[in-house]
């Protein structure tokens, strides 16, 4: 009766109390409320939405259905970077290595990918030896001698969370800016980090497909983490254009060690330069500017290079046996001109179908299959040049002609939108 009457509430456009919301969670957890009547209750919350009383609400039912690590005993200033997904995004295996390399503490918790989007854990599974689990006392230990730590999502955290997305993505009611906020937030402020740097990605390869959609949720983000006395800074970025050359797991780590190589794609630069100035100044409370500085030093003395080789290892993993192993095909251009646009959806679609993503957390994927752009964008190109290179391991009908498709080769040179759009905090 009760479950019928918060449902009436909503429907009626009233505020909901934390007990209501409470009510609803957390017997939804135990089982006490249907899949069906849940459902309705969310899509209440999809169409109409939710005051950001009721979403610092939610967040905290879903913070407290699970554990809240404890990283008071790690004396470093501690930042947690989360990105809300893209296409050849390997940010978190760069940025985690060169904050560590200043000082600074990242725990970082990571999920598998599912649908279009790659997840960090599936990166650093395709190394042979990688150990993804980690007890407390472990986690600790590498936080405290090497400065970071990336394992997979503890099921013990926001537990409610878990339960509830899956719901969401059953029945489609997964872009509601008040639920993913919640969700995000609940799974950051429950893995003990002060400050929280959010990478939120806007266009056709990312989640958020315009600015002002993301700028709604990003600023959500930030209310919420004041509530808990938490620095929230999310920077918004270009995920029309995939980040970096490389597309598939075992092939996103072979670009990261190329980054510390010196061998990287500007705009990969760029955004990594830039998202761990803004970790380390938010951390250390020192400015950008001095931030930035540290941050390009520790690329070019290559000591942030051997913190992320320290991590590796660190974790079991043997950098020098990637899961690799497949066939290629080079693309090569039909026509002369100037590289102008990759589009990021359309390549995810051929990488997801030669079976580097999953539909279901259960699903096994291949890690050494994907895709190697390349050239920069910008770049001028005749007839017959290589323009990618997919690697694969079973033959996907028309996949050279989709990667062809989404390369878009023009007569002139069109100007390059930076990829850094904005900062919220």
């Keep these: 009766m009760k479950t019928r009457e918060i449902i009436d509430k909503k429907k ?23 899949d069906k009547l849940m459902s309705e209750f969310i899509w209440l919350i999809y169409n109409d939405g939710f005051s950001l009383k009721e979403t610092i609400y939610l967040t905290d039912v879903m913070i407290n259905s699970g554990e809240v690590i404890d990283l008071s005993k790690v004396n470093k200033p501690k930042v947690d970077k989360h990105s809300t997904g893209g296409v050849g995004d390997k940010v978190t295996l760069i940025v985690s290595a060169i904050s560590a390399a200043a000082g600074v503490c990242v725990p970082k918790m990571s999920g598998r990918g599912l649908g279009l989007t790659g997840g960090t854990v599936d990166k650093l599974e395709s190394i042979s030896g990688y150990k993804l689990s980690l007890s407390k006392k472990e986690f600790i230990k590498m936080l405290e001698n ?22 969401r993505n059953e029945i489609g009611a997964v872009d509601s800016i008040p639920l ?27 989640f958020m497909k315009n600015i002002k959609s993301a700028t709604s949720l990003a600023k959500t983000m930030v209310k919420i983490g004041e509530a808990y006395n938490k620095k929230v800074v999310c920077m ?15 092939l996103e780590i072979k670009e990261a060690i190329d980054f510390f190589n010196h061998k990287y794609d500007k705009r990969l630069y760029d955004l990594c330069v830039y998202l761990s100035s803004l970790m380390i100044s938010n951390a250390k409370g020192i400015s950008f500017r001095k931030a930035k500085t540290l941050v390009v030093d520790l690329i070019e003395s290559d000591l942030a290079k051997y913190k992320f080789y320290q991590w590796i290892k660190a974790q ?6 990637i899961k690799d192993k497949s066939k290629k095909l080079v693309v090569k251009a039909k026509k002369d001109g100037y590289i102008n646009s990759y589009d990021a959806l359309k390549l995810s679609e051929v990488v997801f179908d030669l079976g580097a993503g999953r539909v279901k957390k259960t699903d096994k994927i291949d890690y050494a299959v994907g895709i190697t752009l390349s050239n920069s964008l910008g770049t001028k190109v005749k007839k017959g040049d290589e323009l990618a ?15 062809l498709d989404s390369i878009k080769i023009e ?11 904005k900062v919220i905090k």
Aim: hydrophobic share 40%.
């Design 236 to 250: 918004l970025s270009d995920m029309n254009t995939p980040l970096g050359l490389n597309i598939g797991n075992a």
């Design 389 to 403: 290179v997919i690697y694969y391991n079973k033959l996907v009908d028309g996949m050279e002609n989709k990667v």
């Design 180 to 206: 993913i906020a919640s969700s995000i937030m609940s799974k950051k402020i429950a893995s003990g980090s002060d400050v929280i740097v959010i990478d939120l990605k806007v266009g056709k390869g990312a």
């Design 12 to 34: 009626n456009k009233e505020i909901l109390s934390r007990e209501d919301i409470a009510y609803m969670v957390n017997n939804y957890v135990k089982g006490k409320i249907s």
């Design 411 to 421: 007569p002139k040179k069109k100007r390059l939108k930076k990829i850094i759009i």
């Design 146 to 167: 090497i400065g970071c730590a990336v394992i997979s999502q503890s099921e013990k955290i926001a537990v409610a969370d878990k339960k509830i997305y899956a719901l």
């Design 316 to 321: 079991g993993g043997d950098i020098t046996k």
